[in-house]
């Protein structure tokens, strides 16, 4: 007895040192985030790289990645255009010399036509712990090994800001999902209980009485009572509903409506086009929330029947389209937030949001991050019967 006192007391001895030096570092990165000039947002820490390194390289355009757990590189931060259509690989090329040297180089032709000018890969790397690359490319002449040396410094002064960026988007996601999580949990044990509890009670009543006016008053309680459970559980189900490290923005959203699809009768049309590459954990978890607002807004107050999902994602693009047949467009409740809260994320994404009636009825939701890779969607009368979701297509790998 006295020896398994002995390991108790160990084991909560232990557990407490963790949550110690867990609140010292949470502390010490709250005063460090602010005091920080530039902040911790890693997509602004990165496009302020390739603004230094323009100053340096003078280059007509470039591309900043980082790597991912799946060993990809993800697109950051780009200059000089909106999007690159370069394919970098740290296992070709001369993107793999780099990435292996640790170093620099530059080749004869430019990343987007290899026929003209030049281009050239910097490593960023911490500790001689490799990171990410970036690329630039210009027309006319090659650079000298001084201007490439100079890239260089100026690449390897911002590599410990960047990846410090993304530790602390890393550690905010995980903190969101675990709120999101702990929210769930007190639905489901604190409200969601007590209502159902109060549906047996209103059962019990009806079997107990046999004045019919009652019982058809007791049977209309008891179906709202239904109503209200079903709500509370698809609100659990969508605080628990997250993208995950190993997939995706179209697997999270695959999973969303095949759920709610099937539980609100509603015939779902799915429509996934997304690249190999990936955005950003965070901005794909800001794209599923939008998704899942519209949603809930077309299941519980348009009265759709059937719902378009449209999602192609190209990074650093992105678009998504929720449409349904449904009431369309009213006057907007004192105390609905659905439509600000949808404003605010493509806010913080830095992405446009539109919404617009649907021709035939209904309503269309639009949200586009970065040049729109929206292509016309014909929205026809579907099957009105429930069904599971259907998904169109394949994703699409490059």
Not at 185 to 212: C, P
Not at 318 to 332: E, N, V, W
């Amino acid at each position: 007895m006295g020896s398994w006192a002995r390991i108790v007391g160990f084991r909560s001895s232990e557990a407490s040192s963790t949550y110690v030096a867990a609140h010292e570092l949470l502390t010490r990165l709250r005063d460090v985030a602010r005091s920080l000039p530039t902040g911790l947002d890693e997509v602004s820490l990165a496009q302020q790289l390739l603004v230094d390194l323009r100053g340096t390289a003078n280059f007509d355009r470039a591309g900043l990645y980082v790597r991912t757990d799946s060993d990809l590189l993800m697109a950051l931060a780009f200059a000089g255009a909106d999007r690159l259509e370069w394919q970098p690989d740290a296992h070709e090329g001369i993107w793999e010399q780099v990435w292996k040297s640790g170093g620099v180089a530059q080749q004869s032709g430019t990343f987007s036509d290899p026929g003209t000018g030049y281009s050239a890969v910097v490593a960023m790397k911490l500790d001689d712990r490799p990171l990410g690359l970036v690329g630039f490319e210009r027309e006319g002449r090659e650079w000298a090994d001084r201007e490439l040396l100079e890239a260089q410094r100026v690449v390897n002064a911002a590599s410990l800001s960047i990846e410090t960026g993304r530790l602390f988007s890393e550690i905010r996601a995980i903190a969101t999902v675990e709120e999101r999580r702990r929210l769930a949990r007190e639905i489901h044990d604190g409200i969601a209980q007590e209502i159902a509890s109060v549906a047996y009670v209103v059962d019990d009543l009806r079997a107990h009485t046999s004045d019919e006016p009652t019982r058809a008053g007791l049977s209309a309680l008891r179906a709202e009572l239904t109503r209200i459970v079903t709500e509370l559980r698809l609100s659990i189900f969508d605080l628990r509903t997250d993208v995950q490290p190993a997939a995706g923005l179209g697997a999270a959203l695959t999973g969303y409506v095949h759920t709610v699809g099937s539980g609100a009768g509603l015939t779902v049309h799915l429509v996934l086009d997304e690249s190999s590459h990936r955005l950003p954990l965070d901005t794909e978890a800001e794209l599923l929330r939008v998704a899942q607002e519209a949603i809930t807004n077309a299941r519980k107050h348009a009265r759709a029947r059937n719902l378009w999902v449209t999602c192609r994602v190209d990074p650093p693009r992105a678009f998504m389209r929720i449409a349904d047949d449904g009431q369309g467009l009213g006057q907007a409740r004192a105390d609905s937030f659905g439509m600000e809260i949808m404003r605010e994320r493509a806010q913080r994404l830095g992405a446009s949001l539109s919404v617009r009636a649907r021709v035939g009825g209904g309503t269309v939701v639009e949200i586009a991050l970065g040049s729109k890779l929206a292509t016309p969607t014909t929205l026809t009368p579907a099957n009105p019967k429930p069904a599971l979701p259907e998904r169109r297509g394949r994703p699409r790998r490059r």
